[in-house]
């Protein structure tokens, strides 16, 4: 554990997680969690007369790895306010792997002036360099004491 | 399967799934899926130094399990936009109990007329009334061919 | 969840799931389930030298998803009383797609006059519209009150 | 592996397998392979409502363990014919230990004269001493070569 | 369960497991467990980039596999002392077989005069008949009484 | 990923990763991925009945995430050459919250003169400060290129 004021985060600052290989047991042990057993995810016979032509990962299961790959050491200053704008621009197939890029994108004033409001741009990328997810997180950051 | 247009939609309607009781083992299954082994998560010790003095569910699974729990019969005219405004204003422990109310909150003109915006509000709500995680759910659907 | 009496089914009735995939995640997570590691299920090599050439689905997996597959709105009402002649004519290899066919077979009296024994016809399908198993479900069903 | 031919089985031989208590993660790990997530099994709050109090294991779950505590030594001479008079005469509570036993029941001629029916009585039994499960599991199994 | 005594071992007797295939789900099972998700096991973009070309299984689930095909029968006499010069000779990869097979190896002296202590040679061979994880079990075994 | 020579590795440099919980899940979990289901594990009845009194983890169990808890940043100069003198003093019970000290203890020749063997002390502590595993983990270490 690291702490990180709202003061020392740079807008700008990029980092990026290693890869992950999505693989069909993802998917199958997400529909278990979520119950999601959408034939988009668990039905190749279906799928293959559908545009995608096969199964494609669950929209909260690449929340799930893509927000998962972003956590490193922690910051006890820090905490998640929510998530804003979240899109899935392409679909994620068995067999793709995955990236997560987040960048400090922006630092806004908070109610309570003992904290700010830290803004990361997540964005989960394939190996085509697709982005096929992407959001923005808040996070409730102390400033530092006075 | 059960096609329904966007004019079908009505303003204000709402659905409420039945309950889970969220477990020890969703969030030990989570961790792996997400590789988010955050001590908030997996660290009964720790946690009993903090504030809420137990683990507490991951956010990705509470809106894994939130959504999943809104997935009903299909309709293929609909399709998943994006998710905005997500929050998590309460904890989940284990041995919460949620479920999922989605109210259909706005239709929104969108650029392809033949198409349109529907926002639907999703609301999980724990064995206290308590609301544990809310987000507008985008969903773009076919409107009715004239 | 949505009452129906005994009277209200009606023999011939016949509805049928949507397919899922059967995969070498499933019958990973059957043998550890079920402690069930035989070589036709977990021993590629082995199975090469069989007649059936690949790694075929436990019995116990192919009931658990096909049943799991009648899972739909509750009936409070009805119960499982048991299951007869469960069988498996046709192996289930990974990749099969299966579904599952449910008719009402028969209605039967039972000792107590306020239920009756109501046969549902399970039949599990796969891709090449195979049945891969087959049971009669009993269930008891509160009549109408008088 | 040991070959052991339909005139070898004694009727009225019995087997014992050890223990195994039923978790709270059988069942959720069950509910995701099954795709029923009844509120019997995950909904406590519900339960607590219900005659029982409390939730109960999945049919195909006390099946899939029952039948799986029965694996031992492979019989490359015998195969499953099918399963008859399933029955769940009392519900499996989680922290239940349940163990299987397996009875030669009785000896059948086949329509092919060099296999006979060899039928299994199977019971899942909980430390009460209380059947929880029962039924007939007949295999074909060959006979002495001439 | 069956009592053996040291005095009953027969230094050189050897034992073989059935076969395992190893497959993708086990080892996005075990980095789950482990919370191990380097890029050796997880991303298949990445391992094609360096010399085995492909992703390789954890050590700790080679092990976990290995030592658990040589349980069978219980002996309660014996308990595990501890494991001696584990190693990885080579690598496992996702479709390999393995299976394990146990040699007395040696009969040490204990300090404790009615125990002694047994050396399995654990080896686990793949489906060339290549060696991929070796090592000394060391097990306390009581002696028979006198 | 950070290259990390052998000249740079110090003796006597100690880190202990953050705390995780051992569930009832791991367990169940674990012993459908070894196969290993001896009631030492798996039945809390039997073990009622002997010293230890409740469900013990699997060796292999305590060695997965106590190894995987030493799963840091990439070092791609070090691979792993093996474990030494594994011992389990102190069983895991569930409830038990276990963290990993490593150690750097020693450091030896090679045989190839550009490579050392580093020998990490890895050391797994229950909340009671007790140590239930221990090893010595070795490391074949590039040498700084001269």
Known sequence: MKNITFEEF????????????????DIVLHAGQSGDFYP??????WCRTQP???RIAHGTL??????????????PLAMTYGYERLRFPKPVFI???????????EKREYKRPDHGILVEK????????????????LLLVKRRDL
């Not at 690449?62 to 910051?75: D, H, K, L, R, Y």
């Open 95 to 105: 067999g793709d792997t995955i990236r997560t890029r987040v960048t400090i994108a």
């Open 62 to 75: 690449v929340f799930t790895i893509g927000v998962g790959q972003t956590a490193g050491e922690i910051n």
């Open 52 to 54: 995608f032509k096969q």
């Open 122 to 137: 997540i964005e989960v990328i394939n190996q085509h360099n697709e982005c096929v997810m992407a959001c923005d997180h």
């Open 10 to 25: 740079a807008v700008g600052t990029t980092r990026t997680s290693g890869g992950r290989t999505i693989t069909e047991t």
């Open 40 to 45: 988009h995810h668990m039905d190749a016979e």
